[in-house]
Structures are given as C-alpha cells and as structure tokens.
C-alpha cells in the first residue's frame, strides 16, 4: 500500500489546515487509518486513528477537542481537519495504515507509512 499525505503549510496561531492522505489499495476499508507526528528531537506521537468503517476514533489528549480524523472510503482517503492549532502542533505529520479492526496508538502495528508533510504553526 503507497501513502500519499498532503495539505501542510504554514499557518499563524489559531488557524486550521485540514490533511488527506490517499491510499494506492483497493480496499481501502480493510485498513485501520491514524496520523502520527514527528516534531524534531522528539519520538513520533499518535496524533488520531479511526477504524475501517468511521465509527470508532481515538485522539491523543493533545489534540482532542480540535483536531478530527475522518475517513471517504470510497475515494480511499482519509483526513485530519486541525483547528485552533498552535506552535507546539508544528512537526512533520503522517499517515500510517494497518491491516487490522483495532485502533492502535504506538508506531510498531502499522505497515506501512506516508512520506509526511510539514505542518508549522508560528506564534
């Protein structure tokens, strides 16, 4: 399965920017989909997963309540809608799927990975 992330930027405190990561493999709904972020010095973080079908969602506590994870699958696409963002969301961002009906939050269960986009956020 090929990742393809887009939509990074640059954007000022409190503005938003929404992700897409397109996924190369039909069917796409047979992969748990999650964002994970790398700031530098620091490990990836689990940012938020959602499962095959959209019904179930998990964020880590620093995003909840202003990022939201979504998934069209049938245009095999999944999405991370960031609002309210701030300096500390700034790190490089990426989608990971996994061939499971579990959500998992740590980087070793996902088999395969986007390139990353850059998502800075300045004060």
């Known amino acids: 399965v090929q990742l393809q992330a887009s939509g990074g930027g640059l954007v000022q405190t409190g503005g938003s920017l929404k992700l897409s990561c397109e996924a190369s493999?039909?069917?796409?709904?047979?992969?748990?989909m999650a964002w994970f972020r790398q700031a530098p010095g620091r490990e990836r973080e689990f940012v938020a997963g959602?499962?095959?079908?959209?019904?179930?969602?998990y964020y880590g506590d620093s995003v909840k309540g202003r990022f939201t994870i979504s998934r069209d699958n049938a245009e095999n696409t999944v999405y991370l809608q960031m609002n309210s963002l701030k300096p500390e969301d700034t790190a490089v961002y990426y989608c990971a799927a996994e061939a499971s009906i579990v959500v998992d939050t740590t980087t070793t269960p996902y088999d395969y990975w986007g390139q990353g986009t850059q998502v800075t956020v300045s004060s």
């Open positions: 959602i499962n095959f079908s959209g019904g179930t969602t």
């Open positions: 493999e039909r069917p796409f709904r047979r992969y748990v």
